[in-house]
C-alpha cells in the first residue's frame, strides 16, 4: 500500500512541476521556475523511495532531494521579495 501512496505522491509532484514549468514559459517569472525544480526534486524523492522498497529512515541520502527542494522554495520566496523591492525604489 505505502508503493502505491508514494507513487501518487511522486505523480501529484510532476503534475505540480509541469504546471509551474508551464507558467514560468508564459510569464518567465523566476518564482514560478524555482517551484517547478522543487517540486521536480520532490517527485524524484518519492519515485526514488519507491523504487527502492524501503522505508525513507533507512536512505537518508533521499532526504536530501527534499532538503533542495525546500531550500529552492525558499530561494525562490527570497529572490521573488528582493526583486518587488528593486522595482518599487524610486
Known amino acids: 500500500m505505502k508503493f502505491f501512496v508514494w507513487g501518487t505522491l511522486a505523480m501529484s509532484c510532476l503534475v505540480a512541476a509541469v504546471l509551474f514549468l ?3 514559459r508564459n510569464t518567465r517569472d523566476r ?3 524555482f517551484f517547478s525544480a522543487a ?3 520532490m ?3 518519492w519515485t526514488a523511495s ?3 522498497g524501503t522505508d525513507l529512515q533507512n536512505h537518508s541520502y533521499l532526504l536530501l532531494l527534499r532538503l ?3 531550500l529552492s522554495i525558499i530561494a525562490a520566496v ?4 528582493r526583486r518587488d523591492r528593486r ?3 524610486p
Open 50 to 52: 519507491a523504487l527502492a
Open 31 to 33: 518564482l514560478f521556475l
Open 39 to 41: 517540486f521536480g526534486l
Open 68 to 70: 533542495f527542494a525546500f
Open 87 to 89: 522595482l518599487r525604489r
Open 22 to 24: 508551464h507558467h514560468w
Open 78 to 81: 527570497i529572490d521573488k521579495n
Open 43 to 45: 517527485a524524484l524523492e
